[in-house]
């Protein structure tokens, strides 16, 4: 096509750039992890002391900080309140209009500013200090406001950004961020934190859905089917039919001692099939799953075993629900 025609020339890939453009991305990678590793190496007993004040906290975890760390002071009050330890997000600016309200004197405040002189952090750090609130910085420089503020520091190596003009946030925020993780995970191992746990935080989404229990999703009460060893399959199938589970849960003084299903019923399919007890006609030690194991664990076990359903067995052996694979796909559960 001619320039002419209203059509731009293709251009070709100008190869020496791409190969500078990558470099300069390994650059920022490798300096942020250098970083990173520098931060892992200087980690001290003050840090422990920190995750000891925090588990230790009553209230709640009062997180903050201006531009780029403001943003990574968000992030980490997520993932505190996600993993065990309530935490919360209050803007600097904000707070200096009235939002120091929320922070209560039972709480504890984690401040993040790389240089320590932000001046937006004046009036919440100096509000902290008259309710003798517990300051936690997370800083380069000990020596700066924030730094002389705290009785707890989370020092940071004071390493160059990775930006090329020295100016973007990069690696102070990255180890912000990291260090942030570092103190959520060692608490979250302190209060022994499950995923049963993180589950109840996560009920929406892909990771809720994962996370489900048998419990969440199974029939229970007078839904689950159940006829002891000594009925009559006469009463049996009654009691299988109005269910509509397509099996049968047989039990003797309570527990759970096999299960018919339908399979069952075709290969003693006879006459006297009527008269006879539903003992003689389960199949003995069926597979089950307890009522904490996590749905999609139920839903991989009757895909390998080939089968519909499961009957939910408590430790002492009780059934208290029965599963249906219909109600994993209905609930999401891959």
Avoid: W
Wanted: aromatic share 4%.
């Amino acid at each position: 096509m001619s320039e002419t025609s209203g059509v731009p020339h293709m251009s070709t890939p100008n190869v020496g750039r791409d190969e500078a453009v990558l470099e300069l991305g390994r650059r920022v990678l490798n300096q942020e992890a250098s970083a990173l590793q520098r931060l892992a190496e200087g980690l001290d007993a003050s840090f422990s002391r920190c995750v000891d004040a925090l588990f230790h906290c009553t209230g709640r975890i009062a997180v903050t900080g201006m531009g780029k760390s403001g943003h990574i002071a968000r992030k980490i009050a997520a993932t505190l309140s996600s993993t065990g330890t309530p935490a919360y997000f209050i803007h600097p600016g904000e707070a200096s209009h009235g939002d120091l309200g929320c922070v209560l004197a039972n709480d504890i405040l984690l401040a993040l500013s790389n240089s320590g002189e932000s001046p937006e952090l004046t009036d919440i750090l100096e509000y902290a200090a008259r309710r003798n609130i517990p300051i936690i910085a997370m800083t380069r420089n000990p020596e700066s406001f924030l730094g002389r503020q705290a009785d707890f520091l989370l020092l940071l190596p004071d390493v160059g950004e990775a930006c090329p003009l020295g100016c973007a946030p990069t690696c102070s925020t990255t180890m912000m961020l990291a260090l942030g993780d570092a103190l959520a995970m060692s608490l979250l191992k302190l209060h022994g934190f499950t995923a049963a746990d993180f589950s109840l935080f996560h009920p929406g989404g892909h990771l809720g859905k994962r996370l489900r229990l048998v419990r969440d999703i199974m029939h229970s009460g007078d839904e689950i089917p159940l006829a002891d060893e000594s009925a009559p399959m006469s009463e049996a199938l009654v009691i299988m039919s109005a269910k509509g589970f397509g099996c049968l849960g047989i039990t003797q003084n309570g527990l759970l001692t096999g299960m018919i299903s339908d399979g069952d019923l075709r290969r003693h399919m006879s006459d006297d099939l009527l008269h006879r007890r539903t003992g003689e006609i389960m199949t003995q030690h069926p597979v089950t799953i307890a009522p904490d194991a996590p749905a999609s664990r139920a839903l991989a076990l009757m895909n390998g075993r080939r089968i519909t359903c499961l009957m939910v067995v408590d430790d002492s052996g009780h059934v208290v629900g029965v599963l249906h694979m219909h109600d994993c796909l209905r609930a999401g559960i891959e």
